[in-house]
């Protein structure tokens, strides 16, 4: 989405939490000021626009590059979450419009001898998870452990690593993802692979 200055302007204003009164207080400049300059009945110089940016405070170059067409969207339902997951493995992907985000988490359900496969996973980044429900076997090079409610995983993805619920009853876990240079702008991020999107 293409936004001119005074949209621009009026997104991050309200990203903020402010009226067009406080910031017009932050910047220095009068309320009329941020009304015409939202509205578009003004087109502000540079340094003008400077000043207001002053004021929340943000540079010129973020202004114009901070990409706002995802920032609106901050809160997700269940149903809003793909399920990214593989095989019986139901992992719902936590922002997937957010294509610049810097890391992927999800909510994964693993149900009684689901595993994430018999080769062990490797990839540049880092990966991490907490167990909410149930239990999980995380194996991680030649080390195993089967982590119970409230146990936690943090794992160098370099390292060889496997997860899987060797139980009878499922098990609900939080992951977080995060490869080197973070996610691809074209790739969903889970704690399997990285899988990209039609």
Not at 52 to 80: K, T
Not at 151 to 180: F, K, L, W
Request: proline fraction near 3%; hydrophobic fraction near 40%; glycine fraction near 12%.
């Amino acid at each position: 989405m293409s936004l001119d200055v005074g949209q621009r302007l009026q997104l991050i204003r309200k990203i903020n939490g402010w009226s067009q009164r406080e910031l017009a207080r932050r910047a220095g400049v009068t309320n009329s000021a941020i009304s015409q300059m939202e509205q578009g009945r003004i087109s502000p110089s540079v340094a003008s626009l400077k000043k207001v940016l002053d004021g929340i405070p943000m540079g010129l170059g973020d202004f114009f590059s901070l990409d706002l067409s995802a920032a609106a969207n901050a809160f997700y339902r269940s149903n809003q979450m793909p399920n990214v997951g593989e095989g019986s493995i139901t992992a719902k992907l936590l922002a997937a419009d957010k294509t610049n985000r810097s890391m992927s988490v999800t909510w994964e359900f693993y149900p009684p001898e689901a595993d994430t496969g018999d080769a062990l996973m490797n990839k540049a980044g880092e990966c991490a998870g907490i167990i909410f429900d149930g239990e999980l076997e995380v194996t991680v090079g030649a080390q195993t452990l089967s982590l119970r409610q409230g146990d936690g995983y943090y794992i160098d993805a370099m390292q060889p690593h496997r997860i899987r619920n060797s139980g009878t009853m499922g098990c609900i876990a939080i992951s977080v993802v995060m490869e080197t240079g973070g996610v691809a702008s074209d790739g969903v991020q889970t704690g399997f692979e990285t899988k990209f999107s039609d």
